[in-house]
Structure formats: structure tokens, C-alpha cells
T-cell receptor, first 113, second 108 residues
Framework: NAGVTQTPKFRVLKTGQSMTLLCAQD?????MYWYRQDPGMGLRLIHY???????AKGEVPDGYNVSRLKKQNFLLGLESAAPSQTSVYFC????????????FGNGTRLTVT | GQQVMQIPQYQHVQEGEDFTTYCNSS?????IQWYKQRPGGHPVFLIQLVKSGEVKKQKRLTFQFGEAKKNSSLHITATQTTDVGTYFC????????FGPGTSLSVIP
């Protein structure tokens, strides 16, 4: 069982470039999440999905878009990267919402210059 | 807005000393989860607390949920170098909020 897999592990972008972060889970979880982690700020929720074909905004959604076309995949897109989006991004999944532990991927370290 | 705070932000201990981190919420929680993140790693689930006043133990780790379900603590007895990392609490009510974490350093 791979659990939650994120790609890529590292990426450097120039301001204005776009990219997509990929997340895949093999646990048949309904719920998937994208977090960003910055020093001293903990984990902040960007977007989440409560099932295939659904997405919702989290705490810090501006500048990001997401899609959940298949239950096992959750994609995070940056249409026009900004230096403020330099961060470590974690995907997570859970069996239930609000009452189930989160299973995290290994993270993507993104630098925007 | 609703917040989950953790204290201390950093803790440096000598190996063998005890360590405690506290998690405080501005609102009553449905449940609370604790995670550990090793340096360079990802958060890993440790435990979930649901009931008021609940106490759970995992070897040298003791987790407690307050009677009012607004605070929680994680206590490590006789720290080891393998305990190094950042410990996060995650509170759930009508949404989920992570605390900022407590970073633990253990001096051999």
C-alpha cells in the first residue's frame, strides 16, 4: 500500500509560471485535502474535496485551483505563481470528515523566484 | 476567529527529561488529533481523543483531553533522541484547525 503519493517532490518556478501538483491515494478515502506549511504558521488548508467531482475552499484558497475528477486523485493548480506561494505543500486524505485522522503525503517543496 | 494555540513554540530538553506540549482552543472541540512531524518529513497521526477528560497512553506518550473539551496535552516521559520533531494538535468542530506546533529538540 502506497498510501498518499505526491508528485513532484521539489519544484522551482519563476513568477508567473503555472504548474500542477498531483496527489493520489489508494485507500479509497472519500475526503482529500491540500495544505500548505510555512515556518511558524502550522498547516493551513487551501482546498478540500468531500468526494469525486466536488471541491470546496479552505482557509487560504486564493491563487490556487483544484480538481477531483477521480476519487483517488486530487490536483492542485497554480495558474500564475507568486513568490508568496513558496511553501511546502501537503496532500492528505481521510475516511471521514472532521472525525477521522488525516493521512499525509510526503510533501512538495515549491520555490517561486 | 476560532483559533487553536500551542505552547511552547520550541522546547529543548536533555535526553531523559520529560516534555509536555499544550493545545488550547478558543471553542469547544468535537475531537482532537495529535500528529508528529520529523524534520524534513510529513505529519504522522499519533492519536485521537473524543471524550471529555479522556486520557490515552502510547508507551512513553500520554495524551489528555480537557473536561471542557477546549484543551489537550501531550506528555512524553524520559525523552529520547527519536522523539525529535514537531508535534501538532488538530482540533475539529465544524471545521478542522491545526495548531502551529511545538518543536522538540533532544540533546543527547
Amino acid at each position: 500500500n502506497a498510501g498518499v503519493t505526491q508528485t513532484p517532490k521539489f519544484r522551482v518556478l519563476k513568477t508567473g509560471q503555472s504548474m500542477t501538483l498531483l496527489c493520489a491515494q489508494d485507500m479509497n478515502h472519500e475526503y482529500m485535502y491540500w495544505y500548505r506549511q510555512d515556518p511558524g504558521m502550522g498547516l493551513r488548508l487551501i482546498h478540500y474535496s468531500v468526494g469525486e467531482g466536488t471541491t470546496a475552499k479552505g482557509e487560504v484558497p486564493d491563487g490556487y485551483n483544484v480538481s477531483r475528477l477521480k476519487k483517488q486523485n486530487f490536483l492542485l493548480g497554480l495558474e500564475s505563481a507568486a513568490p508568496s506561494q513558496t511553501s511546502v505543500y501537503f496532500c492528505a486524505s481521510s475516511y471521514g470528515h472532521l472525525n477521522s485522522p488525516l493521512h499525509f503525503g510526503n510533501g512538495t517543496r515549491l520555490t517561486v523566484t | 476567529g476560532q483559533q487553536v494555540m500551542q505552547i511552547p513554540q520550541y522546547q529543548h530538553v536533555q535526553e531523559g527529561e520529560d516534555f509536555t506540549t499544550y493545545c488550547n482552543s478558543s471553542t469547544t472541540l468535537s475531537n482532537i488529533q495529535w500528529y508528529k512531524q520529523r524534520p524534513g518529513g510529513h505529519p504522522v497521526f499519533l492519536i485521537q481523543l473524543v471524550k471529555s477528560g479522556e486520557v490515552k497512553k502510547q508507551k512513553r506518550l500520554t495524551f489528555q483531553f480537557g473536561e471542557a473539551k477546549k484543551n489537550s496535552s501531550l506528555h512524553i516521559t524520559a525523552t529520547q533522541t527519536t522523539d525529535v520533531g514537531t508535534y501538532f494538535c488538530e482540533g475539529s468542530y465544524d471545521k478542522v484547525i491545526f495548531g502551529p506546533g511545538t518543536s522538540l529538540s533532544v540533546i543527547p
